[in-house]
């Protein structure tokens, strides 16, 4: 499957975005679909994932109550809305894919889009 991640931007301190991540391939509703995100000097770090069908979600803790990750496999895309945010979410947010169940480890990950810049001024 081929991903490609759009949607980032620059944003002011407790403003909104939304991601949006389209797949390619019949078989999207296959995989296990994460969000994860990279700050300058910074490792890569889980944000969310989200199961084959969409039934159950998980946050790491620093984005709990602000973002919601969500799917639509009649459109092979999977989003990432945003909300409240923070100068400390500014970052590469990638979205990757995965056959089994959705994990918060990176390495689990078989399949990454190019990464697309949030930016958040304070």
């Known amino acids: 499957v081929q991903l490609q991640a759009y949607g980032g931007g620059l944003v002011q301190s407790g403003g909104s975005l939304r991601l949006s991540c389209a797949a390619s391939?019949?078989?999207?509703?296959?995989?296990?679909m994460g969000w994860f995100r990279q700050a300058p000097r910074k490792e890569r770090e889980f944000v969310a994932s989200?199961?084959?069908?969409?039934?159950?979600?998980n946050y790491a803790d620093s984005v709990k109550g602000r973002f919601t990750i969500s799917r639509d496999n009649a459109k092979n895309a999977v989003y990432l809305e945003m909300n409240t945010l923070k100068p400390e979410d500014t970052a590469v947010y990638y979205c990757?894919?995965?056959?089994?169940?959705?994990?918060?480890?990176?390495?689990?990950?078989?399949?990454w889009g190019q990464g697309t810049l949030v930016t958040v001024s304070s």
């Open positions: 989200i199961s084959w069908l969409g039934g159950t979600t």
């Open positions: 391939g019949r078989t999207f509703s296959s995989y296990a």
């Open positions: 990757a894919a995965r056959i089994g169940p959705r994990s918060s480890n990176y390495a689990n990950y078989d399949y």
